[in-house]
């Protein structure tokens, strides 16, 4: 594992983004969308997470009318997405936890929060963890969190930022405060195109990758 610095970290962010083009930000959704649509995109693809989200939405007009129906209506409503019961049972766990606490299935009273406190609030929900609450945290607030999804666990691994069998969890811990706040949002989508396009998880495509320099694997690799 590297010495991991700030001024590394923003090289990798350079190189991505000169090779990517612009950075671009993801549609804004309010809180409460934005932290449904995290649980449903996790284990699938984004099209397929994005259609049972819309298919939801569709279905169920409004979040109390989710949090109140059967399970299994729930879950066939998002079914395309994945592991349906599972997911079907957080959202509707969640739902219920935020209407108990806020009176209403509203999350907008986070925005006055500062982030800390917003993070531990996002946290406390049930199976909500680092990733979620951080996905929530820069795409709906435009706080200065940094995800730690399967590709920017994999290219921070690779690149000997974090040890090798860390978990995500653990990955989040080491890297959250290391990255800087300016950069973020702008990583964390430059690290995922890098991981679906260069840095594989299988066949990576090392003998190309304008990291190849400073990453751990790519020197494993050439040796």
Known sequence: MTVLVQDDIAEVQRRLRATQGDFT???LLPVIDELVATVLSQHTSDVNSDRAFAQLKARFPSWEQIADAPVDEVAEAIRCGGIANQKARRIQQILTAIEEREG??????LNELDDAAAEAYLRSLPGVGPKTAACVLVFAMGRPAF?????????A?????IPENSTADQAHEILAPRVPPAIRYDLHL????????VCRAARPSCGSCVLGD???YAAQEGS
Do not use: E, F
């Open 25 to 27: 930000p993801k549609p």
């Open 104 to 109: 209403g299935i509203d999350l907008g009273r």
């Open 147 to 155: 995800p730690v999804d399967t590709h920017v666990h994999r290219v």
């Open 157 to 161: 691994r690779r690149l000997g930022w």
């Open 190 to 197: 430059a690290m995922i195109t890098h991981g679906r396009k």
């Open 214 to 216: 400073l990453c751990d």
